[in-house]
C-alpha cells in the first residue's frame, strides 16, 4: 500500500516538473528565436550582442536540462569509501576562481581527520559548487564564503556559510521547492538537486540565515562508527 502511494506521488512530481520544464525550456527558446529573426536585419556590430545573448540563452536551456537529468536519475548511485576532505580540496580551485572573478574569498576551515564515509564523488562534488554558487550570487564584492567541516560520534557534517543577503522566512520554505527561484537567470533546481543527492547519502540538509548579514547551510552525513573504525585513516 505504502509503495504504491509512492509511486502515485511520484508520478505526480514527475508530472509536475514536466510541466515546469516544458515552461522554463520554452523561454530560452522563445528569446533565441526571437533573436534570431531580428539578427537577419543587423549590421555585424549589433549581431555581436545579440550573439553573446543567444549563446547565454542556450547555456541557461542546457543547464536546466542538465540539471533536471540529475534531479530525474535513478536512486542508487556508486559510492566509495572517500575523505570528504579531498572532494573539498579537489574543488577548492574552482570556487577559488569563481569567488575570485566576484572580489570575494573563499576560507576552508577543515577539522580533523574526518570519519571516512561512503560517497558518490560526482554528486558531493555537485552539491558542494551548487552550494557555494548560491552562496557567492547572494554575495557582493568582499563577501566571504566558508566550507566548514567537523564530526560527531555517528554524523560528519559540511557547512557552506556566506555573507550574503540571506534568505527571508517566507521565502526559506520553498528553497527545496523544484523551480524555486528569486534570480533572473536562475532554474531553482540547485537546491532540489542538493536534497536529492544528500538523500541519496541518508543525510540531512537545513538552513539558517538572517536577512543582510548571511546564511548557513549544514548537511549532515551519518556513519557507523564502528564500522568505521576498521577504516579510518589519518588524512
Ligand atoms: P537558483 O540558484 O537557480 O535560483 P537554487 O535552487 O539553487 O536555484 O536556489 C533557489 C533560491 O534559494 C535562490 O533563487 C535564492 O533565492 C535562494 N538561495 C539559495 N541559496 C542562497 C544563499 N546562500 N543565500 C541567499 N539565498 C539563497
Ligand atoms: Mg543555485
Known amino acids: 500500500m505504502r509503495s504504491e502511494l509512492d509511486n502515485v506521488e511520484r508520478l505526480t512530481l514527475v508530472g509536475q516538473m514536466a510541466a515546469g520544464i516544458t515552461h522554463e525550456i520554452r523561454n530560452p527558446m522563445a528569446v533565441v ?111 566571504v564564503l566558508t566550507l566548514e567541516t567537523r564530526h560527531t560520534a555517528d554524523r560528519v557534517e559540511l557547512l557552506v556559510r556566506d555573507t550574503g543577503s540571506g534568505i527571508s522566512e517566507s521565502q526559506r520554505e520553498k528553497l527545496f521547492t523544484p523551480f524555486f527561484t528569486t534570480k533572473s537567470q536562475g532554474t531553482g533546481l540547485g537546491l532540489s538537486l542538493c536534497l536529492s543527492i544528500v538523500e541519496r547519502h541518508e543525510g540531512s540538509i537545513s538552513v539558517e540565515s538572517q536577512e543582510g548579514v548571511g546564511t548557513l547551510f549544514t548537511v549532515s552525513f551519518p556513519y557507523d562508527s564502528e564500522e568505521n573504525a576498521r577504516f579510518a585513516v589519518a588524512e
Open 33 to 143: 528565436r526571437g533573436f534570431l529573426q531580428l539578427m537577419r536585419e543587423k549590421s555585424p556590430d549589433e549581431l555581436n550582442s545579440y550573439y553573446q545573448l543567444v549563446m547565454e540563452e542556450l547555456d541557461r536551456a542546457n543547464s536546466i536540462i542538465n540539471d533536471f537529468l540529475s534531479l530525474a536519475q535513478s536512486r542508487v548511485s556508486h559510492k566509495e569509501r572517500v575523505p570528504l576532505h579531498h572532494i573539498i580540496e579537489e574543488l577548492s580551485p574552482l570556487l577559488w576562481a569563481d569567488a575570485n572573478l566576484r572580489g570575494q574569498s573563499v576560507e576552508l576551515r577543515l577539522g580533523p581527520a574526518l570519519p571516512l564515509l561512503e560517497l558518490n564523488v560526482r554528486e558531493i562534488k555537485q552539491l558542494i559548487l551548487n552550494l557555494g554558487r548560491n552562496s557567492m550570487e547572494a554575495m557582493g564584492a568582499k563577501g
